[in-house]
């Protein structure tokens, strides 16, 4: 709905460059994928899953989280069996894919910045970023990926919403999904961009992909504060091309390098016509990973930098009011 009325407000205020970059995003992945267009760019690999099919304990390493955590609201308990949190067998995306998505990442940065990396979001720490969509060649990529191997994957470790819908639409057959935000992040010891303080995703699913090999860095991974006993729960590392997915609203937050690069593409993602705040906010104490004593541990911010700039536009247009 937000994205209708920006879409909206885009054709009624077109010189807005605020609204006219969410317009233009969400033109860019509503599009419908065509099968059709595989691999236009040369940069989707051979690797596993290409066909889109996935066998739970075959493909997938699963990971309880503890009673209580606010994100098992939305799925069905019973199908979910307390699973918030997966990673991949096998890599989704092949080297040579990886390599290549890196390569016209440079491209990008060189041609339109000389070469200097910089973020979409705003936190507490310094982070490097970009989004997916402002790179035209990797568009098409990441809707194939999307359609091919991550959407099935979704599918397989989330088969059930609260609502006892799921991803796929019981009468059409059309996938639900629906991409929030997509962005490579790069973390670099050189730069000061080591780490990601502890935040929810604004989504219902989340997934994070590895890009390089992690001989190429020290440290790293994704922790989870809902998964393990202990505060900062545990924390899970990829090899390149393998991926975590896992349930948006879960706290979570990038570990520190201590040396080298590493570089990750991130995806929020949401469920078409699902009402994923209303279930979220049926917990309405924190419970589990989210006491508020908890939060202050590993308190920080990390959030997208046009939910900050859409929210300042209309505090002012209230204010003016």
């Given at each position: ?234 924390t899970l590392s990829c090899e390149i091309g393998e991926a975590i997915a896992f349930a948006g609203p879960l706290r979570h937050g990038g570990q520190e390098i201590t040396a ?62």
């Amino acid at each position: 709905q937000a994205y209708k009325i920006w879409s909206e407000g885009h054709h009624q205020l077109p010189s807005s460059r605020l609204l006219e970059r969410q317009h233009k995003k969400r033109r860019c992945w509503d599009t419908k994928w065509n099968p059709s267009d595989n691999n236009k760019t040369n940069l989707v690999g051979s690797g596993y899953h290409g066909d889109g099919h996935f066998e739970y304990e075959r493909d997938i390493v699963s990971f309880k989280v503890r009673h209580g955590t606010r994100a098992l609201s939305l799925f069905n308990a019973k199908t979910q069996r307390q699973c918030l949190v997966f990673r991949s067998r096998h890599p989704l995306l092949t080297e040579e894919e990886c390599r290549n998505v890196i390569l016209e990442v440079d491209r990008y940065h060189k041609e339109k910045y000389d070469g200097k990396w910089g973020t979409v979001r705003k936190s507490s720490v310094n982070t490097t970023d970009v989004a997916v969509e402002d790179i035209p060649v990797l568009r098409n990529w990441l809707l194939e990926l999307l359609h091919s191997r991550l959407y099935p994957m979704l599918s397989c470790t989330f088969p059930q919403l609260r609502d006892g819908s799921s991803i796929i639409d019981s009468g059409t057959g059309r996938c639900r999904m629906r991409v929030h935000d997509a962005f490579i992040v790069r973390y670099d010891k050189d730069d000061g961009s080591t780490l990601l303080p502890g935040h929810c995703d604004t989504s219902t699913m989340s997934f994070s992909i590895a890009l390089n090999k992690k001989e190429e860095y020290n440290g790293g991974g994704t922790w989870f504060q809902a998964l393990g006993n202990t505060l900062h729960g545990d924390t899970l590392s990829c090899e390149i091309g393998e991926a975590i997915a896992f349930a948006g609203p879960l706290r979570h937050g990038g570990q520190e390098i201590t040396a080298g690069t590493r570089i990750i593409l991130v995806l929020f993602l949401y469920v078409e016509d699902f009402p994923y705040g209303v279930y979220l906010n049926e917990t309405s104490e924190p419970t589990g990973d989210e006491t508020e004593e908890n939060v202050k541990e590993t308190e920080g911010y990390v959030v997208y930098k046009q939910t900050v700039d859409l929210v300042n536009v209309l505090e002012k247009t209230l204010v003016e009011q």
